[in-house]
Structures are given as C-alpha cells and as structure tokens.
C-alpha cells in the first residue's frame, strides 16, 4: 500500500480541514444571507455551529478520500476502517468512561465548571432556534467521523510506520487535535488532549479507526448529557 510522506500527509490535512471550515462559512452566509463579519460576531450560535459541523466534516472527509485515491491505496485499509475486535471494544469503552470519570472529579473538586460556556451557549441558541436534533447528529456523529477520519485514520497513517514512531505520533497529533478546539479555555484543551492520546493509543492497538469513531461519538454523548442536565436541572 502505498502511504504519502510525512510532510504531503499534513498538507493533505490541512487541506482537508481549510476546505471544511471555508465550505461550511461560504455556504452558511449564502444560506442565511449574512455577512462573514455578521458570523463572526456570534461564532458559538448553535445554528452557525451546528451548519459548519454537518458541511465541514463531510468536506473534510471528502478531500482525505481524494488523498487515497490519488495514492492509489484501498480506502478501507488507508484509513483502518475495519471492525475491532470485541475485547478491544470493551476494553476502549471501559477506559473511556473511567477517564471521563477521573476527569470530571478532577474538574469538580478544583472549582471548575463541567459543562463549558461554548456547550451551554450552543445547545441553547440551537435549542431556542429549533436545531437542537441537528445540533445532537452534528456533535454525536458527524464531528467524530470527520475528526476520526482525519487524525486517527489519514494523520495516523502516515505519520506512524513503525513501533518506535507510535508514541511521538501520537502526542503529535493529539497535540494538533486538541489546539483546534480554540472554543474552550485550556483546561478544555488539556482534556481534549488526552482524550486524544488514549484514542491514538487504542487506534494503535486495535488497528481500527472505526473503534476510536465510536469512542469519540461517545465521549461526546456523555459531554451532550451533561450540557442538557446542567441546562435542565442546574440554570
């Protein structure tokens, strides 16, 4: 199979994620007829959000598959997308709700908030505007494919090729993950981050992107369910 050089492989990347984030505005002002300043004076509206995350990702996906092709390479087998194994499944799952545990516990303990300001101003924009559905496809679904596709599927392989390479790798990439979501203050980030190396380790292990998918569309399931309680129960 062949595999794009290290350098070629994060400019696909950031291709990829430039033409996500430039589709998603472009058509968000045509569609709204609205000007880029007008968006950009309310960037966490769960209506902008939520239209960026449904056209961007798929962009991204899109310009990522090109890449294999044009490597002349099986999609499937580029970007792992295979079944895990099920020992590998529970034992991903498992240690994902552990660390979201240990996380939260930390955050509450320290005096921070559980729920960030950009989840609680998002989800009741789109909720008052009638894109709550959207919203929750958008953050449990759409997000994680686009984002698993492109760090843990494309990124990954072709920045790790050998045992010695993993681990660099790996905090390379969730260090770029994580620096993405400029929506939440650094403890947000920190969280992201590590959440990134447990999912680039499980990615190495398993062989499966298709299992980080689905531990990242959890992870954000969880998020999702503490911003509705916190809106429901604790305002």
Known sequence: MKIWGYWTTLGWAVLAFLVGQIAGAAIYVWWRATSLNAVMASPYDGVLVTFTVLVANPMMIAVTALAVRLARSDLFAYLALTWPRRRWLAIGVIALFGLIAVG????????????????????????????????????????????????????????????????????????????????????????????????????????????????????????????????????
């Open 104 to 235: 939260d516990a930390i955050l509450y303990f320290s005096g921070q908030a559980l729920v960030p300001p950009f989840e609680l101003q998002s989800f009741t924009t789109a909720a008052a505007q009638g894109w709550l559905a959207g919203m929750l496809v958008a953050a449990i679904v759409v997000a994680p494919a686009g984002e698993e596709i492109v760090f843990r599927g494309f990124l990954f392989r072709g920045w790790i090729r050998s045992e010695r390479a993993a681990w660099p790798a790996i905090v390379a990439i969730s260090a770029l993950w994580a620096a993405l979501h400029v929506q939440y203050d650094w403890t947000g980030v920190l969280q992201i981050f590590i959440v990134g190396l447990f999912l680039g380790w499980m990615r190495w292990r398993s062989a499966s992107t298709l299992l980080t998918f689905l531990l990242h569309a959890l992870f954000n399931l969880e998020a999702t369910m503490e911003t509705m309680v916190q809106l429901h129960f604790f305002r």
